[in-house]
């Protein structure tokens, strides 16, 4: 696990200024082997409503305090990302992580790990 960091990737600077849209719409010009990588991502305080998030790799990334309702994180990848004081109402998150990763990330700011199947 790394420090979350401002990455240098031109997709990452879409989120960073909450272009959400431009960044759902450029989003498939730029998966390497079918993933995004956006792993370490320092995202806080982002209002990400709308995020297209399928195929994204945010693992070990830093969601504190972002506005991330209704995204269905289903198909990305979360293993060690934080998502402390985030807004996370109507959100889908994978089946093998459970419940009490998220409550813990939520309330103080754990690392979310994900079960083996």
Known sequence: MSRPRKLEHPLFQL???EKVDDFNKQKTQHLDSGL???QGADLRGLNLRGLDATGID???AYFRSCDLRGIDFREAHLEGASISRAKISGC???DNL?????LLSL???TRMRYQKK
């Open 107 to 109: 309330t103080t700011g």
């Open 98 to 102: 459970p419940a009490e990763e998220i």
């Open 36 to 38: 995004l990588n956006l």
């Open 92 to 94: 889908y998150f994978a």
């Open 15 to 17: 989120l960073s200024e």
């Open 58 to 60: 945010f693992r070990d």
